[in-house]
């Protein structure tokens, strides 16, 4: 920096040496955080979270209580039914609040089953090549061909119904797709020259896929993750709307709804509580997840 420059100049350079100095993923943090409706999610979601965690310890009705008295109450303040009860006379928020944290681990847990498996299973068919890669993604194409709920029921019936189990079934199924963004990711990264430094230095394949695939990859696999989960939240819901998920007395959002759907000439609140819930926890993370992308692609840097 030159001692005649003028102080407008030396701001300009300063500013201009701080975003060189800055690292690709600060970059991405702060177009994240420019981007209003990925905020606005983050915000709202954090505040469901915090709901799904405290509210059913320390809401005054048990989510399994029935009160005979008070079937179909519609929303009311009196005696803390803010959004009425159903069928049975149990507390609608209580049951909101259980089912909002059963979807949210549900998505949670499922994902990161898909996540263990699709970026081990990518990551090793990319690198690998050949027969191998051809062998592993023929096998991922023939499951893409098989239905969704044939697996789960298969995996519920051969081990079990338990929420553990729900949570495992659903993201053993759900790891293909994730499968393929790495791979594609992978094929592309193995040509680049810290691979090629790294073969010829004699790491083994198994520590290049670890310390070099894998960290490379995990941009597009972060934005797919925050796809991922309302994906299986949807999924969790469906097999509970079928009666193959959660069982009673613990319920979800989907189990929610199949019982609102039931009892909506009678009691509206039923369907339309659960329903919104779940509506404005998939929209959070929808926001999050194009914020994300639009963060982390290059194009728009």
Same mark, same amino acid.
């Given at each position: 920096?030159? @001692?005649?420059?003028?102080?407008?100049?030396?701001?300009?350079?300063?500013?201009?040496?701080?975003?060189?100095?800055?690292?690709?993923?600060?970059?991405?943090?702060?177009?994240?955080?420019?981007?209003?409706?990925?905020?606005?999610?983050?915000?709202?979601?954090?505040?469901?979270?915090?709901?799904?965690?405290?509210?059913?310890?320390?809401?005054?009705?048990?989510?399994?209580?029935?009160?005979?008295?008070?079937?179909?109450?519609?929303?009311?303040?009196?005696?803390?039914?803010?959004?009425?009860?159903?069928?049975?006379?149990?507390?609608?928020?209580?049951?909101?609040?259980?089912?909002?944290?059963?979807?949210?681990?549900?998505?949670?847990?499922?994902?990161?089953?898909?996540?263990?498996?699709?970026?081990?299973?990518?990551?090793?068919?990319?690198?690998?090549?050949?027969?191998?890669?051809? +062998?592993?993604?023929?096998?991922?194409?023939?499951?893409?061909?098989?239905?969704?709920?044939?697996?789960?029921?298969?995996?519920?019936?051969?081990?079990?119904?338990?929420?553990?189990?729900?949570?495992?079934? $659903?993201?053993?199924?759900?790891?293909?797709?994730?499968?393929?963004?790495?791979?594609?990711?992978?094929?592309?990264?193995?040509?680049?020259?810290?691979?090629?430094?790294?073969?010829?230095?004699?790491?083994?394949?198994?520590?290049?896929?670890?310390?070099?695939?894998?960290?490379?990859? @995990?941009?597009?696999?972060?934005?797919?993750?925050?796809?991922?989960?309302?994906?299986?939240? @949807?999924?969790?819901?469906? @097999?509970?709307?079928?009666?193959?998920? +959660?069982?009673?007395?613990?319920?979800?959002?989907?189990?929610?709804?199949?019982?609102?759907?039931?009892?909506?000439?009678?009691?509206?609140?039923?369907?339309?509580?659960?329903?919104?819930?779940?509506?404005?926890?998939? +929209?959070?993370?929808?926001?999050?997840?194009?914020?994300?992308?639009?963060? $982390?692609?290059?194009?728009?840097?």
């Amino acid at each position: 920096m030159s @001692l005649l420059s003028t102080p407008g100049e030396k701001a300009e350079m300063l500013e201009s040496a701080a975003v060189q100095g800055r690292s690709l993923w600060d970059d991405a943090r702060a177009r994240l955080l420019r981007n209003k409706a990925a905020v606005t999610g983050m915000i709202v979601l954090g505040l469901l979270v915090l709901l799904a965690v405290i509210g059913p310890e320390i809401w005054p009705h048990d989510y399994s209580t029935i009160y005979r008295d008070r079937v179909w109450t519609s929303p009311t303040f009196e005696n803390w039914h803010w959004f009425g009860t159903d069928a049975q006379g149990r507390d609608l928020v209580a049951r909101t609040l259980v089912g909002l944290r059963i979807s949210l681990m549900v998505g949670v847990v499922a994902t990161l089953v898909s996540l263990l498996i699709g970026i081990t299973w990518g990551a090793t068919a990319g690198f690998i090549g050949g027969r191998v890669d051809q +062998v592993m993604m023929r096998i991922v194409d023939i499951l893409y061909s098989l239905p969704f709920i044939f697996f789960v029921i298969i995996l519920m019936v051969v081990f079990g119904r338990n929420i553990v189990l729900i949570f495992v079934a $659903i993201g053993a199924v759900e790891w293909l797709t994730m499968a393929r963004i790495v791979r594609g990711q992978t094929i592309s990264l193995r040509k680049m020259e810290f691979v090629e430094a790294a073969e010829a230095a004699g790491v083994t394949r198994l520590n290049i896929i670890r310390r070099h695939i894998v960290p490379n990859v @995990l941009g597009p696999v972060v934005v797919y993750v925050t796809l991922t989960i309302p994906v299986v939240i @949807l999924a969790e819901s469906f @097999l509970s709307f079928l009666g193959l998920g +959660v069982q009673e007395p613990l319920t979800s959002l989907g189990r929610l709804i199949s019982h609102g759907a039931q009892d909506m000439e009678v009691a509206r609140w039923t369907l339309i509580v659960p329903a919104a819930t779940m509506m404005l926890t998939l +929209v959070c993370f929808n926001f999050i997840g194009d914020g994300l992308r639009d963060a $982390i692609d290059p194009k728009d840097r």
